[in-house]
């Protein structure tokens, strides 16, 4: 495959001229995360997207790589100081050589790795190496739709999605309630105080090593609980194996955020997300559906927020999906773009040639397929 051609030259460096102060940057491509951590650490952080980070991106390799060719670059500024990072993969689906950036499917927010003052001369940065690759096709699922990769790439936008979340600085609880319907502040308040009147009710947060592996089957066997009936769901197989390992990864660097109801030592409802660049992420949920007229999920959606207020949290994010009862409490939603970008004429054709749109719906399949596995479990848990 001429994209894997492109990964081993390793002794040719490509220089890319912009017009920033910084001067060129040059693109190195590095052999796995961990040979620039230090600084992949200190961009993500910057970013400050859980789905960046080298924890997320190794176990997606481990998990998720299957017959995909990793091409992760840095790009470095004339003082050799890294500007941002590409993590990408590639691989043959159909007649194209697809790049895609890596931790797509499961991930809800994609994006090189790069402080937010750098996205413009990075994004030339990866037009420039995307155009080098021998690939035919660029697909970026899930980028932030406000942070304008489509048109700096001069990329096509295949969809968009919502992204919905809940601004939360400075917010107290009750005062988030008081902005709220005197319909919507009865609920909060009247469920969770049934349930309390119904035994000892326990919110009980994942902190020690020992007992995350009991709790994230917990939490796994609530969501599937709520699917039993149909429908998909965010942990089957080797999406299972990928958390299973990444919130090993997160609690001990402090971001795993794995909430569980509990009604008399029973475990009715879980709420699984992350902590990261001063934002609440709110990635799956799930609950005893025998328990759904006691509205658990909904009590213990309501109590992450107010525990992301409690700890001065900037965001609540609600992550993809447009479903109804977000909208009940976001009151942003900077939304997302899936875009793509043809770099050789089969590439362009498969865009813009009626003929060809089946060769991009396979290419794109993937993003299609996950919708669902990445949020299905989002409404279950909040009701």
Known sequence: MAAEASIVRTNRVMA??????????????????????????????????????????????????????????????????????????VRREGRLRVIRLLGHGPADRLAPVCAPADRRIVARALRGFLADSGCDLFIGEQMPANEGWSESLGATVLERESSPALGIDGLEWEQFLAGRSSNFRGQVRRREKRLAERGELRFRLTDDPGELSADLETLFRLHDARWQSGGASAFVGRARDLHRDFASDALERGWLRLWLLELDDRPLAAWYGFRYGGAEWYYQSGRDPAADADG????????????????????????RGDEAYKARFADRDPGLASVALGLTPLGRAALLVRRARPSVRKAVGRLHASRKSSSGGHPAGAR
Do not use: K
């Not at 999920?297 to 992301?308: K, N, Q």
């Open 296 to 319: 658990v999920g909904f009590v213990l959606f309501c109590h992450t927020i107010r525990e992301a207020m409690n700890d001065g949290m900037r965001e609540y994010r609600l992550l």
């Open 16 to 89: 890319l001229t912009n017009r920033s102060d910084d001067g060129p940057l040059h693109i190195h491509p590095l052999s796995s995360p961990q040979a620039v951590r230090a600084e992949w650490e200190t961009l993500a952080a910057a970013n400050g997207n859980i789905f960046t980070t080298v924890e997320w991106a190794s176990a997606w390799l481990e998990h998720f790589r299957g017959d995909a060719s990793p091409l992760l670059a840095a790009c470095r500024r004339r003082d050799g100081s890294i500007a941002g990072i590409l993590p990408l993969v």
